[in-house]
């Protein structure tokens, strides 16, 4: 982001500020429920999810006439949860919205707002509520805990969104509005915001509406971010262009992908990506070297980003699964993070100095070291297909026969569970996007997911989308195909079906029955959903060749209507990263000996 | 209860008591997660629902080994915490187990548990969680919110539950499970216990199980209790014998319908019931008069509850759809109320006088006024098919017609909808249980409801379990559906296909296209969910007489498969009670000049 940028937000965020400050006498010329929905158009979001309840119906109205922003019914509110935030994660710079009601719609989708938070993911979370006058009576309305605490939900509910906010006061209504929607796209966390019935038609001045919202952090202390390019430049000679990157969840949050990109430009350094960093770089970057999960990396991935001699992490996220366990083996001394709030070089932390600003400048400084940079080589992440002699659809020959299908600008929505791990084996080609949640790991997030992020995709112009997920993961949620029907998108559905929930099996409980699921029939199931006959196909594939022949067939490839795949696998087959994963996690398993 | 086991509750409890406080020196011989196992199968529970994750697998391994218990593998968190809540309320005396693992799972549950603490239904929430020493470092493990605060979860459900326990130190383990279930039983409302990894098999002493858990509350105070007496009894003199009854939900949920039963017959005093009191008095009792829902009412009903000299409330729960949105025409000087906590007695508040004991002792004191009481008759509350000449099944026909399809025995569980007010209209038969969600009101409740109510219903020998539900609610949860096959399950299920959220639809927006769901194939669900082959049957009615054919079909009615009836409906049809409801709410719909 350009000086000039920060700068022009900064002012509009003062004159914001100001706004609030000054007693409004303008013109009461929008009801609440459009100033919020303006404010939502002009971050971009043309798709509401939710589910409508008693108390929300009012603000629906006005969503429903609203032009520029559809609603979209979900079938349950953790789907709609979830649909907003693969929303969020695939149609960057504008935020994922679920509507619900009053207690029972907005608990509902505890779980999927929750995810949000943990992965950092800009969801607004808008619920109707019973009229202000209720809310000072209390009276035991449906939907409520009978004892009249009316403000149980909203407790609740700050344990997972960084602001709330109840819109029971028009002086302050818009305020709060523009004040909660700063701290989404900034923060890129959710919030919450409260609508009582009442105050949806109240009439508000519309005048705050032509300023932009601002989601520029403060600027960097000019000393300080000074003192830190100066470290890390000093540390990066030392290192005589040794230098290897790698990125990492935060990038894609918080917004840095293109500051990135250029530093890698400038500087040449090789670039790595995580788990939850993957397609935050292309794949056919040509500095780019595949994935690093600590102790779960393929050996020579490990040894070039371990031994190199000053490691630079962006936007990095330290989960468990992000980092083959905790098993990272680089040393603070050789170690730069880069973070949307502070940077860290070796052991020496610089509170305030965020990325987004700093990855220009530093780029500036370094790119005098691009001819020595350029001398260490990056063995290329490229794709290649296992031979296998049985015709058994294994997940170490599935995964690398996938990446020959993807296209570039598809979307790849991947579950928790093998999917996500096996997606780690294979590169994905230039502009397609990774959707994943490997910190929350929520079952069945996925499907949800699937249906935002397919929105999110027709909107900027993405390719297919292409989901993986196991029979397992696919019963919490599987309602939420249907508005995908309904609404005309055409996403290809890859059903894994190994019997059960394989990645407990690997963690714990191989031959527990609590591990089996009922065997459902995959194939039918578009049909149950479909409405009107619109157009669907569904396959069952058993073997090597039949997922190929499907695979090359360029009408199922075109992706021209919705369709279901469902693969048949072994039960106890898992990724490689997987198996690693878990006999990593097993040296800890308290149950042990019960296995 | 007799004085005698409130005695014995009390020395029960008094044990336990000194055991806690005594250093536990006995042999350490049951594991942490077996004791609690053993404390559920002294409390009835045979079956526990949920879902694996990573978390509570090990406690899962001595479920599946446990005699007495059976783990139902839920299609999800929600319905699982639904199914709970379900079988609770068919099971009297035992309690709703639901199992989830920490943070995604839990968090899935919410509206399930918040509902049980709403409506009153003893359920056990436990959650899997890390270890205790991953509970004091903090590492951002997957399902974590990825900022260390691993109290965020028990501070949610703490909201939703009266008491939260974590069982990290075997030493007061055991004391936290009993006084735990204690609350969960005696209060009747949801408790939340975190199990981590490491403790469920630690060992401890099992002592403790050989002394029952007590379920009574502490005893009346008897000088309080006896002025109470006295002075109800005068009240009643006053009036003559002209005192009406009414039972509401705390009849049932806190298990004093024979202690009610009792009273009726001693005094001979006329009987109603409100919705949510409904079933807790066999409706075929002959001084049984109906429902009175204030001005929802019936106005011969209305006319006979509100004219009496005296009426006393039993367990009343006055929330809006239970009061016809509190409209009752009772003034507080004829007006006596009974509760778990309390009495009332016209203004008078007298604290600590709980009803169960109370009961048989008014019973004892009133018994003399019997010939004066049964003087004024009670209009019986009996089936009657009106006629219409549509072969359209219309809302007022089909109630009644089912009331006729009804056995003894037979568990009705209704979808908060048009099917919660529907079944008011029609008297149901001896020994039936009504299962229904009034207050909390959360669409799609009913079928994971109906999973733990049938299997309920199969352990104390009640008959075939008959679930109303909507095309809207029932898209919300359909996948537990899947659950009822695999385990053999015969609901009979009738699917009111009106095309929508007609609930909504007459609250606000009844040309809305939010108000509008997908048609699904919904005679194709079974076929789908069924494994192997099990039998099943699904039908589409859409005149009265394929529908009464398909009632009047013996095969049909003997429920020996599960069967699923769509029954083709009207969109903007609802039974009376709904559409008077709505339009007493519409009087205060801050909306109203947009429907």
Redesign the interface.
Known sequence: MSSHSVLQSEVDRLRLQLQTLQVEQGVQNISIGNYLLERLAQLGVTSMFG????FN??F??L??DHSKIE?V?N????NAAYAADGYARVKEHSIGVVTTTF??GE??A??GI??A????VPVLHIVGTP?TVQQKAK????????DG?YE??R??AA??SIFQANLADKNTAAALIDHALTECIKLARPVYVTLP??M??QEISSERLKIPLSRSHPLNDHDTEKFVIDLIAERVKEAEGDVVVIVDACVIRHDVRKEVLDLLKETGFPVYATPMGKTAINEDHERYGGIYIGTVTHPDIKKKVEQAKLIISIGG?????NTGN?SYKIPTLRHIELHSTHTKVQYATFAGVEMKQLLPKLGEALKSLHPLVRKFEVPLFVKALPKEDTPVISQLWFWPRLSYFFKPKDVIVTETGTSNFGILEVPLPPGSVLVSQ???????WSVGSCLGAALAARDVGLNRVILFVGDGSL?????EI??M??LGLKPIIFVLNNSG?TI?KF???KK??????????WT??L?????DDKPHKSYTVRTKDELSSLLDDKAFASGDKIQLVEVVMEPLDAPRALKVQTELSAK?D??KE?R
Request: one cysteine or more; hydrophobic letters at 40%.
């Open positions: 589910v409508p309840g008693d119906l009012g629906l109205d969503v429903e609603w019914g079938c349950n509110e953790l207690g029972v608990l509902s505890t779980n929750a995810g938070f943990s992965e950092m009229s009276p035991i309305l449906h939907h409520t805990l009978g605490r149980a939900y407790l609740a344990q997972f019935m009442d949806v038609t996220l330290q989960s468990d699964f905790f490997i910190l929350w790991g929520s079952i069945g019963q919490l949620t599987v309602q249907s508005p029907i309904r929930y407990e963690i714990h409980g527990r029955k609590y591990n089996n699921i009922a065997n459902w029939k039918e199931l049909n149950v959903f479909s409405e800890s308290p149950y019960r």
